[in-house]
């Protein structure tokens, strides 16, 4: 959507990572739209923002 904002690398290569190594099942998008957010949004809007959309992973 926005660009590549994460990127495994091996000693083949790398590759793009889109969902999140330390907190799976959380998609990297999902962050990369939070960032984009703040540029027109409150911290507080954001925060409750993504809490709702972390806890609709799992539904």
């Not at 690398?9 to 990297?28: A, C, F, K, M, Y």
């Amino acid at each position: 959507m926005y660009g590549t904002i994460a990127c495994y690398i091996t000693s083949g290569g790398s590759r793009v990572i889109g969902e999140s190594q330390v907190l799976p099942p959380l998609p990297l998008s999902l962050l990369e739209e939070a960032l984009h957010r703040c540029r027109t949004t409150g911290r507080s809007q954001i925060y409750a923002w993504l809490i709702s959309q972390i806890q609709n992973l799992n539904n």
